[in-house]
């Protein structure tokens, strides 16, 4: 097994240890009001669908990771536009803004800036959804 391919598993295992803790603190909660209940949600679930494309893409090819992660971006963009909250609406930008900076570094097979947005996005998303 040669160095790439032990790197690519070192991924692969991040981003499923990074993946669960960001489904267990991006609970569904009554947020600030107007539709963030709803939205918190589907922000939930934009993050289960893409943490189940990802572990359906094969970690020796990093490459086939940036539409799954591009489109989490696009799906959180959306969500943020339809946010009536002003915190959760930014919080949700600003996790877009994160994943797709990490989506063109990912491909290259360098995860750091997407395990940095995967690892904030519990906390953030949780302090905007509660």
Avoid: F
Wanted: net charge neutral; with cysteine.
């Amino acid at each position: 097994m040669g160095h790439g391919a032990i790197r690519t598993l070192m991924i692969g295992g991040a981003l499923a240890a990074g993946a669960s803790a960001l489904l267990a603190g991006c609970g569904a909660a009554a947020g600030g009001g107007g539709n963030s209940a709803t939205t918190c949600g589907d922000a939930k679930q934009a993050y289960e669908k893409y943490i189940g494309g990802v572990r359906a893409v094969s970690a020796a090819d990093a490459a086939q990771w940036r539409q799954p992660t591009e489109q989490l971006a696009a799906n959180l963009s959306g969500l943020a536009d339809k946010a009536s909250d002003a915190k959760l609406k930014n919080t949700l930008k600003d996790q877009a803004d994160k994943l797709r900076a990490a989506a063109g570094t990912v491909a290259a097979g360098d995860v750091e800036q997407l395990n940095a947005a995967l690892a904030a996005a519990p906390g953030a998303l949780g302090t905007a959804c509660h």
